[in-house]
C-alpha cells in the first residue's frame, strides 16, 4: 500500500469485523503495532450495514460471483426488482448484511467496551423491526410485516 514502505507491524490483521476490530483494539492496547486490512471498499465485513444503493451493488456482485465454489456464504436473488424511487431515498434505508440485534446488557456489550471499540461504534435503539413473509415456499406474493412488541 502507497506510504506503508519499510514500515514493521507486530499484527496484521486481516477483516474488519466484529471480532477482528475487538482484537486490533486490545492489541493496540497492550502496545502492539496493528495494521488492519479489508479487501472490501467498506468496513465491518460480514457485519456491515450498508445503505441501500451500497448494499445493492454488494448484492450485485455476490449475484456475478455465484458460481464460484467458495462464495458459499451469502444467496443473493432478484436484486435488479428494486423500485427506483427506493434508491432515490437510499440513504434512509440501511440493511445489516446480516441480520443480529446487540442486547443492551450482556457479555458482548462489555468486551466493547472493555477493549475501547465502543469509542467507534454507535447504538441507537430499534424504531420498528420487519420482517418479509411469505404465505407460500416459492411463492410470489409477499409482504412486509412489523414485528409485533418492536
Known amino acids: ?3 506503508l514502505e519499510g514500515e514493521k507491524f507486530d ?3 486481516v477483516g474488519t469485523g466484529l471480532t477482528e476490530s475487538v ?7 497492550n502496545g502492539k503495532t496493528v495494521l488492519h486490512l ?3 471498499d467498506h468496513y465491518g465485513s460480514h457485519e456491515a450495514t450498508l445503505p441501500l444503493d ?3 451493488l454488494w448484492a450485485q456482485e455476490r449475484r456475478n460471483r455465484s458460481n464460484d465454489k467458495n ?3 451469502f444467496h443473493v436473488t ?3 426488482e428494486l423500485d427506483e424511487r427506493l434508491l432515490q431515498h437510499s440513504r434512509r434505508f440501511n440493511i445489516d448484511i446480516s441480520a443480529r440485534l446487540v442486547l443492551c446488557r450482556g ?3 462489555d468486551a466493547l467496551i472493555s477493549s475501547g471499540v465502543h469509542r467507534y461504534l454507535s447504538f441507537h435503539a430499534l424504531d420498528d423491526t420487519l420482517a418479509l413473509y411469505s404465505e407460500k415456499e416459492g411463492g410470489n406474493e409477499k409482504e412486509i410485516l412489523r414485528v409485533p412488541c418492536s
Open 38 to 40: 479489508d479487501k472490501e
Open 78 to 80: 432478484r436484486v435488479d
Open 11 to 13: 499484527v496484521v490483521l
Open 71 to 73: 462464495e458459499n456464504t
Open 54 to 56: 451500497q448494499f445493492m
Open 1 to 3: 500500500a502507497e506510504g
Open 107 to 109: 457479555r458482548t456489550i
Open 23 to 29: 482484537l486490533a483494539a486490545a492489541l493496540v492496547l
